[in-house]
């Protein structure tokens, strides 16, 4: 299965084992379902998470809409 993540993911892998990453480019709580796909690939779970202002940003939809045309006879 392949999940796309959207935005930049800056992964850190300190010295101890310890990894740091830093989502960008995702609005709105899209990124905590990115954080939750990063805990289930990396079998861990977040020790400590910040939000930044993106996260308060409303994020984009796309919406498509089909209609179709019915004439009566």
């Known amino acids: 299965m392949r999940v796309p993540v959207p935005g930049v993911l800056e992964i850190e892998i ?3 084992g310890d990894v740091k990453v830093h989502i960008q480019g995702v609005k709105g709580p899209g990124c905590l379902e990115s954080q939750k796909l990063l805990e289930q690939i990396l079998a861990g ?3 400590h998470s910040e939000l930044t202002s993106e996260y308060y940003e409303q994020a984009e939809t796309q919406v498509q809409i089909n209609v179709e045309s019915r ?3």
């Open 71 to 73: 004439t009566g006879g």
């Open 45 to 47: 779970t977040a020790v």
């Open 14 to 16: 300190r010295p101890g």
